[in-house]
């Protein structure tokens, strides 16, 4: 929902960066890995209690996750290069909620119930950009993207908000997750919803 707002005030900043990145030749491929490398390093920090410190490679690795988008531009986008971008953005968004059930087993429940809306929301996402592709359907909604981007109730940003959340308040990690994943839910009953309106 905020992502297409964010984008607009982030991308030309983004865009910058990035070209710079590429002319001291990064490629796309190497800012996404760092940026998973750095979003692992933040479960790392939860898992081991931390959660504030953590917001420190947390954000940094969303940071890197905006300018693998941008460096891409300012060189060549790949279909892998899409591929290997929100298959890393999933492993970032399932080892922060596991991080923070190794920090206190008593999220587990929570957490569970979070990452299985994580796994639905996320199939109805990845659905739907296989058929929008098969049926030739494009969006630049959210940036130029390598896959279809549908837009929902919940999305990257509200995500990266919801994380921040939990680093600042670990012990609330029960009941923000409970709320969140029913959103997340929710997103993907809607997404689906709006599918069968499109598809059929």
Request: charged share 15%; glycine share 10%.
């Amino acid at each position: 929902m905020l992502d297409r707002p964010a984008r607009r005030l982030i991308d030309p900043v983004l865009n910058r960066l990035g070209r710079a990145l590429a002319d001291r030749g990064w490629t796309a491929n190497a800012v996404t890995l760092l940026g998973l490398a750095l979003g692992l390093l933040a479960a790392l920090t939860i898992a081991m209690g931390a959660p504030w410190l953590a917001l420190i490679p947390l954000l940094a690795s969303r940071m890197a996750d905006g300018l693998d988008g941008a460096v891409a531009r300012a060189t060549a986008r790949t279909d892998f290069g899409g591929y290997l971008d929100i298959a890393c953005d999933f492993a970032f968004y399932g080892a922060i909620p596991l991080a923070f059930v190794f920090h206190d087993d008593a999220n587990g429940l929570a957490a569970a119930f979070l990452l299985a809306s994580f796994y639905v929301n996320g199939t109805s996402f990845l659905g739907y950009a296989i058929l929008a592709e098969k049926r030739g359907i494009t969006t630049q909604a959210q940036g130029i993207k390598s896959l279809y981007y549908s837009n929902g109730l919940l999305e990257g940003t509200e995500t990266i908000v919801f994380f921040i959340l939990l680093c600042l308040f670990p012990t609330a990690f029960a009941a923000l997750s409970w709320v969140f994943g029913t959103l997340c839910f929710l997103t993907a009953i809607l997404r689906i919803h709006g599918a069968s309106k499109l598809f059929t």
